[in-house]
């Protein structure tokens, strides 16, 4: 319940706040105050798409994944971690393009093909760790295989 002393107490603090940006930050005495701005981070949309691989030869596949702002906007040079659903042992890592689009190849990025192998079996998840003005997101998709 709000008392008459809380309302009070309010307009003070209110009245000191006006006054002290008319004061350019200055305190009594001459000080600067520093009023931290709050920082709002803004989610995001991850999506990871099913992508096909091939075990004739060698194990090979792409993964892939998009990231955007809630307005459907893509970021760009957002680093995207692909790792083993099951095993969340990592395929990989790449920054997203213009689109927003984050995509790893065994080809180009060939690391461990037993991984590769594994993924065709469990899927992958693709993950963005946030930044200060992001957070972080998550998204899973699986690995069709072909023996083509």
Known sequence: MTT???LEQFQKFQEFMKWQQMQGGQQPGGST??????????HVRLEA???KGTV?????????????DTDGEPL??????????TSRQELGRTATDPNGVAQLS?????GDPQLWIEALGTGFTAQFAGTKEYYPAEAKATVR???F
């Open 4 to 6: 008459q002393a809380d």
């Open 76 to 85: 760009q040079d957002k680093e995207i971690v692909f790792i083993l659903t």
């Open 106 to 110: 065994a080809g180009s990025n060939i």
């Open 49 to 51: 798409t099913a992508t």
């Open 145 to 147: 295989a072909s023996i």
């Open 33 to 42: 105050a520093s009023v931290a701005t709050p920082v709002v981070k803004k």
């Open 56 to 68: 004739v030869g060698q194990a090979t596949g792409t993964v892939k994944a998009t990231l955007r």
